[in-house]
């Protein structure tokens, strides 16, 4: 509806790497800025990152162990037994190291990021171009409704 098979890839790629980042909560807002500063079609960037949500989830834990070994900080306890430990004895050290943990976390991500968006916007753009042409010669699937 308007927006160039360029302009959805870049914004299904930044909808995709938005979604995955280690901050919980935060994606929707963010690719919502994203799209308004860039001028990206808000829908498709929104499509991507609710997509990649159970991705989100995934990796949360690989990018805080990243951004351990980068930054060389303590690792993370592995079990929840040790973090609500951590939380009886010393709450405001482990708030502490939890905020260390989520901007390595950040960081890394960000460098992801900056490589990945490119990359799926590259792969994604000759693929929307052919989407409305396959839509014209009725090569998609057909879902009547009765």
């Not at 979604?19 to 919502?32: A, D, E, Y």
């Not at 590259?122 to 409704?145: D, F, G, Y």
Request: aromatic letters at 6%; charged letters at 10%; proline letters at 8%.
């Amino acid at each position: 509806m308007g927006a160039s098979p360029q302009k959805l890839a870049w914004s299904l790629a930044v909808g995709l790497v938005i979604g995955i980042n280690p901050v919980l909560g935060s994606t929707t807002v963010l690719c919502l800025v994203v799209a308004f500063v860039f001028r990206l079609n808000v829908v498709a960037s929104q499509l991507g990152n609710h997509i990649v949500y159970p991705l989100q989830l995934l990796l949360i834990v690989p990018f805080i162990r990243m951004g351990n070994h980068i930054f060389h900080t303590a690792p993370m306890p592995i079990t929840g037994k040790a973090l609500l430990e951590a939380a009886r004895t010393n709450p405001i050290a482990l708030t502490r190291q939890i905020w260390l943990w989520e901007w390595h976390a950040l960081v890394v991500w960000a460098v992801v990021a900056a490589v990945v968006i490119p990359l799926l916007a590259l792969v994604l753009t000759p693929l929307l171009r052919r989407l409305p042409v396959q839509v014209e010669q009725h090569q998609c699937p057909n879902i009547s409704v009765d």
